[in-house]
């Protein structure tokens, strides 16, 4: 079973940045799309990015196109989600998932393996 579980939450004003990292002690995602998924009070769960299982492919929710980036380091078995140009509306619960296969992909069903999560809170 593969567990990712997510880091680098917190609280932060409004024009600020956070960066999350998901990782996988044991490396098991590294063949695997991986997906940043949010959650605020009272809102379904959204997607927000996901990257391919090389990093040569990612694509973005348009609410955070230019203002998020996802990464991988896949020799740490890491991915990160940079966050600039921090709004209230991003305020939420960010989850990290691995997908069925390689590829990057925002459909939630394509996903198997899902963190716990980490809070983001934005002030504004």
């Known amino acids: 079973q593969v567990y990712p579980v997510e880091s680098g939450g917190g609280s932060v004003q409004a024009g600020g940045s956070l960066r999350l990292s998901c990782a996988d002690s044991?490396?098991?995602?590294?063949?695997?799309?991986v997906g940043w998924f949010r959650q605020s009070p009272g809102k379904e769960r959204e997607f927000v990015a996901a990257i391919s299982w090389n990093g040569g492919a990612t694509n973005y929710a348009d609410s955070v196109k230019g203002r998020f980036t996802i990464s991988r380091d896949r020799a740490k078995g890491t991915v990160y989600l940079q966050m600039n140009s921090l709004k209230a509306e991003d305020t939420a619960v960010y989850y990290c998932?691995?997908?069925?296969?390689?590829?990057?992909?925002?459909?939630?069903?394509?996903?198997?393996?899902w963190g716990r999560g980490t809070q983001v809170t934005v002030s504004s």
């Open positions: 998932a691995a997908a069925r296969g390689a590829w990057s992909t925002s459909t939630q069903s394509n996903y198997q393996y």
């Open positions: 044991r490396r098991a995602i590294s063949n695997n799309g």
